[in-house]
């Protein structure tokens, strides 16, 4: 390692083990069930929960392509966006935390987690070729929690046809050319 790259080196070192050390704190112990009826993730009371499942992380996105964002929260509200935070990327989609999610309800042992799933859908239509982020909001009693999800994009492109306007452009080839009258 050069020297150079040091600092850079261990300021990453020290990120990790900061939000390593958070994450230990916000989810508790985890609690191993040989039979499956102890729960298997404890969390910590009044924790802010964010967890998606779906799509997984360096995912390629197709333009034209249904993407499910999905997952499950302690809050009652997602909120996505794409490369960037609220009021800076551009507003994929929201969700009411309504989704049945018994794996866990019974995973943490609280019941109340069995209708904390969400999803998401998304066609994207205009995803440039390369690295995206999607950043996926929670609102968790009055506060929002903030996971944050690289996504790639394929760059493809999709041709849609708008019948209205295909239809209005020939009804206006039938009538022939018009001129227009100068006052």
Known sequence: MRRSSLPQYLFRSLRLALATAALAAVIGPSLASADGNEPILALAPGA????????APNAMLNNGQTVDIGGWTTGSRVDVYLDGPAGLGRGVGSASVDGSRADVARATGSSNLGSSGFDVSWQPTDLTSGAHTLWIYSLVNGSWTVQ???????????????RDTDHAQQELMDQGPTTEVAD
Do not use: Q, R, S
């Not at 802010?48 to 799509?55: C, R, S, Y």
């Open 148 to 162: 944050v999800l690289p996504i790639m994009g394929a760059g493809n492109l999709v041709i849609t046809m708008d």
């Open 48 to 55: 802010a929960t964010l967890n998606v499942d779906l799509p």
